[in-house]
């Protein structure tokens, strides 16, 4: 069974989000970019399923500018055994990068595509969805538990107050949420074979593929600042905040 | 315990910094020049090249020059040539322009983002096949049965808080090198230990040390004016405390404004983050960052002992190149261009003795003599008087530099001295307590709100990277003497007194720490250690 997993370079973790002054976007100049950390997970279940022997080959598969390379290294440093990069400097939005997977999974023919349930960049929680439905495959997503049953795959989905269990017909499309695995620290021999390992570049046009965004971002800004709290010395005053500044009762 | 793989390699830096990748681009410069076959690995700590660089920074090129001539073509970052030089003296309320002292005129330098300038350096040791591994720090120097250095381990990875091994357990890995060079920065981690173990400070002065607090702003384009540098010193210092601030216009509306203290101070009761947020409060400083906004924070300690407290430089195995070994250069205020020639200088005489076929362990001898024919030695040897007049306090020594620069051009017959600086602080009880002003949140901030800002992180669950020789010191000794000063030297709000069960506590917030080294070299009875946590933990500085 081959895997294919999709990664994306979004901007790292620890870095506290800017909108740029003008707030068109936010600010990415020299800020530490990294694997969006549930892409992350994605790779481990790829990696975990291969060790079980369930899969043979896993193929990474990033979209964006040139440097989303380093992210498809990291993703082979972990274990994944080749790359593609699908090289733009263009925005991609959700559905765009549906249509380049749902391109490549023609091309790959994997059983089974693992996805981040969302990028912490723009939390977006769309391209899973959108890739199965384009390929009419069914779709577990939220997993926190992936099992194969032959030529079912058994997920445990998180949902509102607890998991719920299906499953679905192989092929199939999950995206994977954050209490699946820990993914596993990248061992510095791994980083050195990665850089072995091939690499493949296409162009979205190469896939025949339409990026061109169909939502339009209107502006970026902080969210308010929160109002600091206060203290009240009885109930009346406690009543009368309530009634008149907040406005609640 | 898990068996480690190895991994060799011709010679192995530790430290991604400029003197580091400047080692590494020089070695594989010559290596390609002359056909040779040499492997070169850089290991840094920070997440990536770049994330724990932090500077001013007015870089001078000349070593940049000297590296990669055709560093325009090839996109360097540094776009903000000086245009005009500032020099103040500030009192309370006002401020009185100096004249610029000779060292720090910046005709033909550049403002820049040091960790730009390394993100860049680093790509460019790449395209010449050096390995330039990031996330992995260098906790163990590794020596051979002769005692000679064969190379480092890096950390493991996954330990617990009480050191067992954590579900996601990776042991380190060690790299042997036949020359492992030493670039570790200011008070490096494996440096010290190198410094005790081959006896390389016997014979020179104790090294000192300033703290350098940094802010990122981007202020109202009205007023902003590239390439616009301003030094001051006096107020909010003492006339006693070592101090100066400088603030940098630069690209796009950007101002780096940052003050150094040196760590010589003498009242425990001194904070150099609020010093520094003080600073910002003079009326002569506070307009630049009004209506602006504050977007990165950190802080780094540096070497301030120049000429005289540059150690024994080489080892068996081994040699230290950069500010590990001190090549700061105080009154210029200036480091970058002689730790890179530090490290050029380092990777020919490298490069020379790996030619050669001596068999075991290398000394590189050569590295010595050479730097002391380059210009960073005369430049050194010249500046060497200047920061330990400051021990007369401010005045005395600002004469003092005036005639040791201008009359004796640096030639002076003697040489002065320093003391070391966890020596210097005094009891809280001779001292007295400073009242600093709360911050508004606007131009001043608090320590974690700053700390926020320096995208700072560890693995929680690791061992305490902040070790004590003696647990009861923090209290008995630090708490009870000099009314707790780690709580206020630590830029990061790592060190924290608490109360539980009516007995006060000290709390290490290990997470905080942006790896400035200020508790190592300030502790009164040296009884923190800092070693490297886990590899890619501390800030992710932008633009720093």
């Given amino acids: 069974m081959k895997i294919l997993v999709a990664v994306k370079r979004a901007i790292d ?13 936010v600010d990415l100049a020299n800020v530490k970019m990294s694997m969006n950390p549930f892409d992350e997970i994605a790779v481990e279940e790829a990696i975990r399923m291969q060790e079980a022997g369930v899969a043979e080959e896993i193929v990474a598969v990033s979209v964006g500018p040139k440097q989303c390379q380093e992210t498809l290294r990291t993703a082979m440093a972990m274990g994944a055994d080749r790359g593609i990069l699908v090289e733009t400097d263009e925005e991609v939005q959700p559905l765009a990068v549906a249509k380049i997977l749902k391109a490549l999974v023609e091309k790959e023919s994997p059983r089974v595509v693992l996805l981040g ?14 890739l199965a439905a384009l390929l009419g495959w069914g779709q577990g997503t939220f997993a926190c538990d992936v099992e194969v049953d032959g030529e079912q795959l058994k997920v445990n989905r998180e949902v509102d107050g607890g998991t719920q269990s ?7 499309v999950v995206t994977v949420d954050l209490r699946l695995n820990e993914p596993r620290y990248v061992k510095l021999p791994n980083i050195m074979k990665a850089k072995k390992k091939p690499l493949d570049t296409y162009s979205p046009s190469d896939l025949a593929v339409d990026t061109a965004p169909r939502l339009k971002l209107i502006k970026v800004e902080e969210p308010p600042v929160r109002a600091g709290g206060v203290k009240v010395a009885d109930v009346d005053e406690l009543v009368d905040k309530l009634r008149n500044e907040a406005k609640v009762i | 315990m898990s068996e480690r793989e190895s991994m060799d390699f011709d010679v192995v830096v530790v430290g991604g910094g400029p003197s580091g990748l400047a080692t590494a681009i020089r070695l594989r410069q010559l290596a390609m020049e002359q056909g040779a076959d040499l492997t070169v690995c850089v290991l840094e700590k920070g997440s990536e090249v770049g994330a724990h660089i932090l500077s001013g920074a007015v870089i001078e090129p000349r070593a940049l020059n000297e590296l990669l001539p055709d560093w325009k073509d090839r996109g360097a970052p540094l776009h903000t040539p000086v245009s005009k030089d500032r020099f103040v003296f500030l009192t309370e309320k006002r401020a009185i322009p100096f004249i610029t002292p000779p060292q720090m005129h910046n005709e033909g330098n550049y403002i820049i983002s040091l960790g730009n300038f390394c993100r860049w350096l680093g790509e460019q040791a790449e395209a010449l096949e050096v390995e330039v591994y990031a996330g992995f720090a260098a906790a163990e120097i590794l020596y051979d049965d002769a005692g000679a250095v064969m190379g480092v381990a890096t950390g493991d990875m996954g330990r617990l808080k009480d050191g067992s091994e954590g579900p996601n357990f990776e042991v380190g890995m060690e790299l042997h090198a036949k020359q492992t060079v030493f670039a570790e920065g200011c008070r490096g981690s494996l440096t010290k230990q190198l410094f005790e173990r081959f006896d390389l400070r016997d014979g020179v002065e104790p090294q000192v040390y300033g703290i350098g607090i940094k802010e990122l702003w981007e202020v109202e384009p009205a007023k902003h004016q590239p390439g616009l540098v301003t030094h001051t010193v006096g107020w909010p210092m003492d006339m006693k405390t070592y101090g100066g601030s ?4 630069f690209e796009e509306n950007l101002v780096s404004v940052g003050y150094v203290i ?5 009242n425990p009761y001194l904070s150099p983050f609020d010093e520094m947020q003080r600073f910002k409060t003079h009326p002569s400083v506070r307009d630049t960052f009004a209506g602006g906004k504050r977007i990165a924070y950190g802080a780094r300690a540096i070497s301030a002992g120049g000429f005289q407290s540059i150690p024994k430089l080489t080892f068996a195995g081994g040699l230290i190149v950069g500010d590990a070994a001190g090549f700061l250069n105080v009154p210029k205020i200036k480091g970058t261009h002689t730790g890179m020639k530090s490290g050029m200088t380092a990777a020919e005489a490298i490069f020379e003795e790996l030619q050669s076929d001596n068999a075991g362990a290398i000394e590189a001898r050569g590295y010595p003599e050479k730097l002391e024919r380059s210009w960073v030695w005369d430049e050194l040897y010249r500046e060497r008087n200047i920061k330990p007049a400051f021990h007369w306090g401010l005045l005395p020594a600002m004469a003092y530099s005036g005639i040791d620069s201008l009359l004796l051009r640096g030639k002076a017959p003697w040489t002065l001295h320093h003391r070391p600086d966890h020596t210097t602080v005094k009891p809280a009880a001779d001292c007295q307590p400073i009242d600093y002003p709360k911050p508004d949140g606007e131009l001043t901030f608090d320590k974690l709100s700053s700390v926020f800002l320096s995208n700072t992180n560890h693995e ?13 010191i923090p209290v008995a000794l630090n708490l ?6 780690e709580q206020r030297y630590c830029p990061a709000g790592v060190y924290e007194f608490i109360e539980t069960d009516g007995k006060m506590q000290l709390q290490i917030n290990a997470q905080n720490c942006v790896h400035c080294k200020t508790c190592d070299i300030k502790d009164p009875s040296q009884n923190i250690t800092w070693v490297t946590p886990e590899g890619s933990g501390g800030p992710n500085y932008p633009n720093m």
């Fill in chain 1, 13 to 25: 973790y620890n870095v506290k989000a800017r909108p740029k002054s003008d707030g068109s976007g």
């Fill in chain 1, 117 to 130: 349930k969302q990028a912490i960049d723009d939390d977006s929680n769309q391209t899973g969805q959108m």
């Fill in chain 1, 166 to 172: 299906i499953a679905v017909q192989l092929p199939a």
């Fill in chain 2, 246 to 249: 400088f603030q940098y216009h």
């Fill in chain 2, 262 to 266: 040196g760590l010589d101070y003498a």
């Fill in chain 2, 460 to 472: 929680e669950e690791q061992p305490c990277h902040l070790t004590l020789k003696d647990d009861t």
């Fill in chain 2, 480 to 485: 009870e003497k000099y009314a707790g000063l």
